[in-house]
């Protein structure tokens, strides 16, 4: 489904991805770690096609295609989803407003039917009742004043609603508490369906035991420098990044 | 990948959509002003004479005055001697129906997407066509009729009703007001005239559409709104212009007073032609819009959406005389391409416990300027006045301007003043952030704007909200970013 290969990346001339490569399959749940300033929110807003971001070398294909040369816009079309690890608060735009648009927009640029706004409710109450999301944030303007953990859950929300092929999720636990930790895997696990892919971006295993890796990777220095199964993230938690560095920079 | 400044500037090259010329045949005076100029304008219009000497004394002292150069506005000087003053559609019979009315009209309205029919039937709103001077249509008159509601022209209102017209005419804004004022009270061809009797709410919103029209006409209105004690009344007025080379001047007067207890709403939408992307063309908006809270508890409440004209020099304002009455100023103003808009509001506070909210919204693109300019002043006499004033900008790309001239004269220790603002640039986080939800970059400017621009938008009446969020959005096409 995604290839990467020797993905190199900069932001204001400095390089922060130095050849990564990545292979996920169709279905499977990719989980990536490593310390902060790593290069882990860069990646992902690289598959999303951000322009800050300088692409400076190597390939990404998704489904077949030259990723590298699509638009933001027609990279969600083809069914990439980035969860924000900072999702921005947008003034006077009702969140419900801005679902519809958004799923709209997708439906559309698919050949599908445009929803009018009762065939949305219907599908947004569904979503909605998924998440355990107070009624009252879809009223509000999209993220204003949101909390943390609002504005996380409202991110997987946007997630169940446009079902992606590709769900990239960067650090949405981050700030979450218990009950919404689970909310929000169960969200993830509910888009499971053997054919879609997931790659979560975690600093804490703790998410992984509800949504379960296929792989764990570690990013360092804009570099995966060791892949393995769900038992790497128990032990990085166990023992943090010290150890891969030594290896690495040895 | 194309970086989203070239999308935007590509966004940004639309064509204007509104643009065309209805051909209806014109009946105009020779170019140039003088006192002949305006007795034939006012023969014409078969006025009294009242009103002759008045338009006389205006234009002497017009004669006296130079146009003002304090706004940060920039353009050639305008030749006035070339000006066409006067020009109306040939004279027809009283219509009944808007099935009389000229064919070629009715198209320019269908292309502007204001049918007027499904307007009346839908929405029952009384519409009163301005074009090109002089009214063509005039619908839901009995129906106003019956309440005294009084809904005209200009013209007619001073053949029918001479006395109400004598009495208010420029008593709010006096034709020694400013220079564009004087101008308009010595040749205003038509404009609307609304009169509001004690104790009626107006059933409905009364709406006026202007056209300009002939080629190098200049166009005066003059719009008198009178609501007496404890009335009500919501008036629209919308605009757009088609497609020209030459400069067009647009000064228009409008005077609202309220009674005790009235209740003025006044909502605008204006989109006349901007001018092309090298900013030749477009018209020269320079209009005088004041109300006078008179009576006590009175309120004036203007909301405008500016997206046209190559030039917009327009404050808006309320002189809140009466003790406890209310002026509130809520304005969204785009400037795109070579657009350049000095607009803003003055609240002058006379009564005791009189209050004001000012809420601007400026987005500027392209090469737009756009600058905010309010006052509020506070007399003496005006104890315990409030006001609030939110002031914000947009900035969409790097060529354009934003600026904001707040003038603040508080003449008592009673009072309070608040004021904000606020200059941004529409976040390449956000537009990344719809554009990951899959809305086109076009769609996510649009709908950030929009969003900027709700706390005025909801000021609107709804169909003219809506109307509002489209011309936005079509401007936004040229103005995107
Ligand atoms: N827009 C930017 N301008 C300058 N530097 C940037 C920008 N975005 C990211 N960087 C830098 O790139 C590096 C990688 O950042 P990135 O956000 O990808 O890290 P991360 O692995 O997601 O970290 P964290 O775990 O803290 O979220 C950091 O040093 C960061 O400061
Ligand atoms: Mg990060």
């Known amino acids: 489904m995604l290839k990467v290969s020797n993905l190199q990346a900069r932001v204001d001339g400095k390089m922060i991805l130095n050849g990564l490569d990545l292979e996920v399959k169709a279905g499977e749940v990719h989980a990536i770690m490593g310390p902060n300033g790593s290069g882990k929110s860069t990646f992902a807003n690289v598959l999303a096609g951000h322009e800050a971001f300088e692409v400076t070398g190597g390939t990404v294909e998704f489904e077949g295609k030259n990723l590298l040369e699509m638009e933001p816009e027609e990279r969600a079309w083809a069914g990439i989803f980035l969860a924000f690890q900072y999702p921005v608060e947008i003034p006077g735009v009702g969140n419900t407003y801005f679902l519809r648009m958004a799923l709209n927009a997708i439906r559309k640029a698919r050949g599908q039917e445009e929803l009018d706004s009762v065939a949305f409710m219907k599908v947004l109450r569904e979503k909605v009742k998924l998440l355990k999301l107070r009624d009252d944030l879809l009223k509000r303007p999209l993220n204003e004043g949101f909390s943390g953990g609002e504005k996380k859950r409202n991110e997987i929300l946007q997630m169940a609603l446009l079902e992606p092929k590709l769900a990239i999720l960067d650090e949405t636990d981050s700030g979450l508490d218990i009950d919404a930790l689970k909310i929000v895997a169960d969200g993830v696990n509910a888009l499971r369906d053997g054919t879609r892919s997931v790659i979560v971006v975690t600093h804490y295993q703790r998410l ?33 990044y010290g150890w891969i560095q030594e290896s690495h920079a040895a | 990948m194309t970086s989203s400044t070239e999308t935007i500037h590509e966004l940004a090259n639309q064509k204007y959509k509104y643009g065309f010329v209805t051909d209806i045949e014109t009946d105009s005076v020779p170019a140039g002003l003088s006192e002949d100029i305006i007795r034939l304008i006012s023969a014409k219009k ?5 009103l002759l000497e008045w338009r006389l004394k205006a234009y002497r002292h017009w004669r006296t005055m130079a146009e003002p150069r304090w706004p940060k506005v920039d353009y050639p000087t305008i030749d006035f001697d070339r ?9 027809r019979p009283k219509l009944d129906s808007l099935d ?39 619908s839901f008159k009995d129906k106003l009729g019956e309440l005294g509601v009084i809904f005209c022209s200009m013209s007619e209102a001073v053949r029918e009703h001479p006395d109400l017209v004598r009495k208010y005419l420029g008593t709010v804004v006096p034709y020694t007001d400013n220079f564009y004022a004087a101008l308009n009270s010595a040749v205003f061809s038509d404009g609307s005239f609304c009169y509001i009797p004690k104790g009626v709410r107006c059933p409905m919103e009364l709406s006026t559409y202007f056209r300009i029209n002939a080629a190098g006409t200049g166009q005066f209105e003059r719009t008198l709104l009178v609501a007496e004690d404890s009335s009500y009344v919501s008036y629209l007025e919308g605009c757009t212009a088609p497609q020209r080379d030459e400069n ?11 009674l005790d207890n009235a209740q003025i709403k006044y909502s605008t939408v204006q989109n006349w032609y901007p001018g092309d992307e090298q900013g030749k063309g477009g018209i020269y908006n320079f209009v005088t819009k004041r109300g006078i809270c008179a ?24 002189i809140l005389k009466g003790d406890g009455s209310v002026g509130e100023f809520y304005s969204v103003a785009l400037t795109n391409h070579f657009q350049q808009a000095d607009t803003g509001t003055k609240m002058i506070h006379l009564g005791k416990n009189t209050s004001s909210t000012i809420v601007s919204k400026g987005i500027s693109a392209g090469k737009g300027q756009n600058t905010y300019r309010g006052l509020v002043r506070i007399a003496k006499s005006a104890t315990h006045a409030r006001n609030y004033t939110q002031c914000d900008s947009m ?18 220790n009673s009072s309070q003043v608040e004021h904000e603002a606020t200059t941004s640039k529409i976040g390449e986080e956000q537009l990344f952030y719809c554009r990951q939800r899959g809305l086109s970059e076009e769609d996510a400017v649009s709908l950030i704007v929009n969003g900027f621009c709700k706390e005025v938008f909801r000021e609107l009446p709804m169909e003219f909200a809506v109307e509002a969020q489209k011309l936005l959005g079509i401007s936004l096409e040229g103005t995107v970013g």
């Open chain 1, 208 to 240: 992984l035991d509800y949504i379960v890796p296929d792989h764990t990777h570690v990013l360092y220095k804009g570099k995966i420098v060791k892949s393995g199964g769900k038992e790497l993230a128990l032990e990085l938690e166990e023992k943090g």
């Open chain 2, 46 to 50: 078969q006025e009294p004479e009242w």
């Open chain 2, 83 to 91: 000006i066409v003053y006067y020009s109306a559609p040939k004279q």
């Open chain 2, 100 to 138: 009389e009315v000229d064919p070629e009209l009715l198209k320019t309205f269908e292309k502007l997407g204001i049918p007027l029919e499904e307007q009346k039937r839908l929405t029952g709103v009384a519409v009163d066509v301005v074009f090109d001077s002089v009214s063509v249509a005039t």
């Open chain 2, 248 to 258: 067009q001047l647009h000064a228009a007067v409008v005077e609202l007073i309220a």
């Open chain 2, 295 to 318: 009576g006590v508890n009175s309120k004036i409440s203007w909301t405008q959406v500016e997206t046209g004209s190559a030039i917009t020099w327009k404050y808006p304002s309320c």
């Open chain 2, 395 to 412: 900035l969409i790309g790097d060529r354009c301007g934003a600026h904001t001239f707040p003038y603040i004269e508080v003449n008592n």
